[in-house]
């Protein structure tokens, strides 16, 4: 008997059962379902980042210039108006209570309420002024006004941030200096992690210039926290009460209060200085896309000394 008839086709290669015919047809309409779902998934996300980006413009504004005059001047406290055009002969009397004199003839609503001790959302009716729990034109205890000439007269050169508050939005956080590195021929900065991060090389708190801090809307992928979640609220806030964002370091805190807001394309950002003491936050805007960034900017009003 020849050996080589028993001997099976070393070429022949078996092929696994085909699987039935209903199992087929479940893989299939898996496959159509899940692509069906991501199709889903892709188009919603494209249309919410359109209209998203569509509301960007809700982000400008900026304090009017008689608002920010506002916050500068105003008679102090405990001052009594008096009418120019009243005359000399007008009928005066005394306090009862502490004996000065109390001008008599009349009294405009603006003197009643001058614009730095009321509520900013009152101005347009004073009448009506009212107090809220926050929002007052004036500063908070112990703060004093500084100017331009101040800060230039003063050749010794401010510590680094180490705080950061916004009472408007009840954020209170502690401030990292960002490292720069080099990458691809460009100069970048880490990302901050759960906390507001300086920027190198931009002013310092109380310094000529703009100083640049960076935070987080939201990291819901790297988890890299969300300190500046609440950012946007400002846009809305400042059209009715003064925001102020005190930056503390070793020399004591500094007030600014936001002046404007608005955005910018990611690409399209740029570190720029100004000529006053200000500071910029910036955030990645809007949720979930990314692609520009919101832009808090405020200007240097006030000092408070250590202790």
Do not use: C
Not at 30 to 53: D, F, P, Q, T
Not at 121 to 130: F, I, L, Q, R, V
Not at 248 to 273: A, K, M, P, S
């Amino acid at each position: 008997m020849n050996s080589a008839l028993a001997q099976p086709d070393a070429l022949e290669i078996t092929r696994p059962p085909r699987p039935p015919a209903s199992k087929r047809v479940r893989l299939a309409i898996a496959i159509v379902v899940l692509g069906s779902i991501l199709a889903v998934v892709a188009i919603g996300y494209l249309i919410y980042a359109e209209i998203e980006r569509s509301q960007l413009s809700d982000l400008v504004y900026e304090v009017s210039p008689d608002e920010r005059a506002g916050w500068l001047t105003g008679p102090l406290p405990g001052t009594r108006p008096v009418d120019s055009t009243a005359p000399d002969d007008s009928p005066s009397a005394s306090d009862p209570t502490t004996g000065d004199p109390v001008v008599a003839g009349p009294v405009i609503a603006a003197q009643l309420f001058p614009a730095r001790w009321t509520n900013p959302k009152y101005w347009s009716e004073p009448e009506w002024a009212g107090s809220l729990p926050y929002g007052s034109a004036d500063l908070p205890a112990d703060f004093e006004y500084v100017n331009s000439a101040e800060i230039i007269s003063s050749a010794q050169a401010s510590s680094a941030a180490s705080t950061l508050e916004i009472p408007a939005i009840g954020l209170s956080t502690t401030v990292y200096g960002l490292t720069i590195y080099a990458e691809g021929g460009k100069q970048l900065w880490e990302s901050p992690v759960d906390i507001v991060g300086h920027i190198p090389y931009t002013a310092r708190p109380g310094e000529l210039g703009t100083g640049w801090y960076f935070g987080h809307l939201q990291s819901p992928v790297r988890g890299e926290g969300n300190i500046f979640h609440d950012l946007p609220d400002i846009v809305d806030l400042i059209k009715h009460d003064p925001v102020d964002i005190i930056i503390g370091n070793d020399d004591g805190e500094f007030l600014y209060r936001v002046t404007e807001t608005g955005f910018i394309h990611r690409d399209d950002l740029v570190l720029h200085q100004s000529s006053n003491s200000t500071v910029t936050l910036v955030a990645s805007y809007p949720k979930l896309v990314y692609d520009h960034r919101l832009l808090v900017t405020a200007e240097l009003l006030a000092f408070r000394a250590p202790g």
